[in-house]
Structure formats: structure tokens, C-alpha cells
């Protein structure tokens, strides 16, 4: 049996829950510490984010309080934690399980909302990527499209009507 998600996130903005598996042999605490380092290398918790309070994670759990403090405390002296007396607890500025690979996915979102505004197609773009992702390492190639009937080339740009 599963307990009841609890999400985090800072002004009452939605994360991914943390669920538990109390079948598991996995220690509780345990688990609630491999969603927290995973949320936040996963981008899905960031730098300076507020989790709940110990007692309210407990509740929306069903687990006891001195075992997300546990928790949390282990997280704390990992880095991925700090706690300000009176504040709450939140993800470390600099915490050890933030990838690179978050702010990877933070530079594709932004490229993958400028090539929708220059018009190219989501797919045609991961098709690019795909490309050179198999292309032997070396100096970039230049930035080509197939031609497509009824779309220009990414090149060209309309002389001015006179």
C-alpha cells in the first residue's frame, strides 16, 4: 500500500508527489531521501524551493514525523538541504545532485521554443539533434534542413517589394 502523495514546491506551485512503498524492503527514510536527491537532479526541485514542513510531509505520508525529520536531517548534512530556523527547509543553493543534465534540459526547452517561433518543426529538430548526436566528433557542421516542399529553406529571407 501506497501512502498519499505529498508535493512541494515554493508558493504553493505543484511538484512531482513523493510516494512511498511500504512493501518494499527498502527503509521509508530511505526512500523519501532517493525522491528528494532525484526531484532535485531531475530539475523537478530547484535551488532555493520551500518543502513542506516536516509535520505536514508526515501527514500527507502517513509516516511518522521523526522519520522525515530523519530524513531531511540526512539530506541536510548531504548538502541537498539547508534549514532556516523559523523558515522551513529548502533545496541548498548548490546541492550535489543537481546534474548538468537539468540544465541541459532547461537549454533545449529554450531552443526548442525558438525553433517553434522561427517555424521548424519539433520532430525535424530532434531528427537534427539525432544527427549530429551520431556524427563523429569534429567542428560543427553548418545548421542544414531538408528542403521541404511548400517551406523555404531556413536560409533564405524575402527581398523587400518595391
Known amino acids: 500500500m ?3 502523495p ?7 506551485e505543484r511538484v512531482q508527489a513523493f510516494r512511498l512503498n511500504r512493501q518494499s524492503c527498502v527503509p521509508i527514510k530511505d526512500q523519501l531521501q532517493a525522491q528528494i536527491r532525484y526531484q532535485i ?5 530547484h535551488p532555493g524551493d520551500q518543502l513542506p514542513s516536516l509535520r505536514d510531509l508526515a501527514a500527507g505520508l502517513a509516516i511518522n514525523v521523526n ?6 536531517e540526512g539530506l541536510i548534512a548531504e548538502g541537498y538541504l ?3 530556523q523559523g523558515r522551513g527547509i529548502f533545496v541548498a543553493d548548490d546541492p550535489p545532485g543537481r546534474a ?15 525553433a517553434r517561433e522561427w517555424g521548424m518543426d519539433p520532430e525535424e529538430l530532434a531528427l537534427d539533434l539525432l544527427s549530429q548526436a551520431q556524427s563523429p566528433p569534429g567542428p560543427a557542421p553548418p545548421a542544414t534542413r531538408p528542403y521541404r516542399s511548400g ?11 518595391k
Do not use: K, Y
Request: contains cysteine; proline residues 10%; glycine residues 14%.
Open 67 to 72: 522519520t522525515v525529520a530523519r530524513a531531511v
Open 100 to 114: 548538468p543534465g537539468a540544465a541541459l534540459r532547461s537549454l533545449l526547452a529554450g531552443v526548442l521554443a525558438t
Open 2 to 4: 501506497q501512502g498519499s
Open 41 to 45: 537532479a531531475a530539475g523537478l526541485l
Open 82 to 84: 539547508t534549514a532556516h
Open 151 to 161: 517551406h523555404p529553406p531556413h536560409t533564405h529571407t524575402p527581398l523587400p517589394r
Open 6 to 12: 505529498a508535493a512541494c514546491g515554493r508558493g504553493g
